[in-house]
């Protein structure tokens, strides 16, 4: 009995390390970039923003991990040093750049020597307000994120936290700064506390919509203001972009849940991976989950790697909207680029193959004058520490949607919605 118990022990760890090996071979090789600088954008912003939700904002800062200036400080610090990275070439800011909206503008992220994770990197700005972390919802904090990156073989590359302190912990400045804010010399859980304090000061508010929220009827123009009646009726983006579809949400644009959208779902046997998690992944282990999510094909089961349940396979977070225009590429594999092939993927009710596609996605019937406002309302969306560059790219993405959509499909927009396969039987 022992002996059997040992060989099939043995056997799940040698699957699962062959999983991650094969992901490993499969990640290609991009040209590293330099770390970015902290400039005007990365500085902690102001609760005073218009549309900021005061309320909610205090209340998300942790009772055993409140604020300081100091503590603020330290966190940006460490946000920015690729010392923290096994070969001191990627930092948090890396894949969360300031200039980028706290996003890094690609696909999937870069890590250490060039290798690419197969998640895109979401923003950091408003992250504070997120119920979970990452895509599929691996972990509930800010703290929790801040040490998955860092240990992570394809991001940062240290082999463990205490790996990544030790470097830390041996330059003076960190030395006097930990004693400083924490009463002690530097550690792995106040490593965390600090970046998680920098990323709670990223509110991002005061776009054009808040203030038209607030009263100015002329912030928005016409064709925004047709995109949010779309919105919230013909368009059903507020069946995943709200927290209740009975009252118009104007703040975060999500609804904290996750959804099976039709992504990715051609490219990959979920089913298959579904099976293979399973037996290569300890339920719950977060080190596990994380690896298999940014290392292997595993990816695409997004959910259901915490989970374990059929109907959160190739499920992923909704992401909130604010400054959704410079946030792209979109989806969590960034595979498309313009606003336009996301209005165009939802129009037609992508996922006609999806066993597991959430109900509410189906074909809307929206005309080029439909989507145009839509795109125009996303647009609103965008904060005043990034009008210029979102009047950039706007324009880069509406020359581009001119010549380029490879996600239209105006027949089957406005057909009506194919009956969904069954999920495959084990």
């Known amino acids: 009995m022992a002996s059997a118990m040992s060989m099939r022990v043995a056997l799940v760890s040698v699957l699962a390390a062959a999983l991650l090996t094969i992901g490993w071979q499969r990640t290609a090789i991009l040209k590293e970039l330099p770390i970015p600088k902290p400039g005007p954008l990365a500085h902690p912003k102001s609760i005073h923003q218009v549309g900021v939700p005061a309320a909610a ?17 330290l966190g940006q610090k460490l946000f920015f040093d690729g010392r923290l990275s096994a070969d001191g070439t990627v930092a948090c800011s890396t894949c969360h750049d300031p200039a980028r909206a706290f996003t890094d503008g690609r696909p999937t992220s870069v890590g250490i020597k060039g290798r690419i994770g197969q998640r895109n990197a979401p923003t950091i700005l408003n992250a504070l307000y997120n119920k979970t972390q990452f895509w599929d919802g691996r972990v509930k904090t800010l703290e929790e994120q801040a040490a998955l990156p860092i240990v992570n073989p394809v991001e940062m590359g240290q082999p463990s936290l205490d790996a990544a302190m030790a470097r830390i912990a041996a330059i003076p400045e960190y030395q006097d700064a930990f004693r400083k804010v924490f009463g002690g010399p530097p550690n792995a859980r106040d490593l965390l506390r600090a970046i998680a304090s920098y990323e709670r000061t990223q509110l991002s508010f005061d776009s054009p919509f808040d203030r038209f929220i607030a009263g100015d009827s002329r912030a928005i123009d016409d064709a925004a203001k047709r995109g949010w009646e779309l919105f919230n009726t013909r368009a059903r983006c507020n069946k995943c972009h709200a927290l209740t579809e009975q009252k118009r949400a104007a703040i975060y644009f999500t609804d904290n849940d996750f959804h099976n959208i039709g992504i990715g779902i051609i490219r990959h046997n979920v089913a298959a991976l579904a099976r293979q998690a399973e037996q290569a992944i300890k339920s719950g282990d977060t080190s596990q ?13 997004g959910r259901f790697l915490i989970t374990r349940r059929e109907r959160d396979i190739a499920a992923f977070k909704t992401p909130g909207l604010r400054n959704v225009l410079v946030t792209g590429p979109y989806f969590h594999d960034g595979s498309q680029e313009t606003l336009w092939d996301v209005m165009d993927h939802y129009n037609k009710g992508d996922g006609l193959q999806d066993p597991y596609l959430d109900e509410d996605i189906q074909p809307l019937a929206l005309t080029e004058d439909d989507i145009d406002d839509v795109v125009a309302f996303l647009a609103s969306l965008t ?6 560059q979102g009047i950039k790219e706007l324009a880069r993405q509406r020359e581009l949607s001119r010549t ?3 996600q239209r499909d105006t027949a089957r927009a406005f057909s009506p919605k194919p009956q969904q396969p069954k999920p495959p039987r084990p």
Not at 289 to 301: K, P, V, Y
Not at 383 to 388: I, L, P, Q, T
């Open 57 to 73: 904002t205090r209340a998300a800062i942790p009772p055993d991990n409140p604020q300081t200036p100091e503590k603020i400080a």
């Open 289 to 301: 989950i994380d690896r298999a999510a940014i290392q292997t094909d595993m990816s695409a089961l």
């Open 383 to 388: 904060s005043a520490d990034y009008k210029d």
């Open 404 to 406: 380029n959509r490879p």
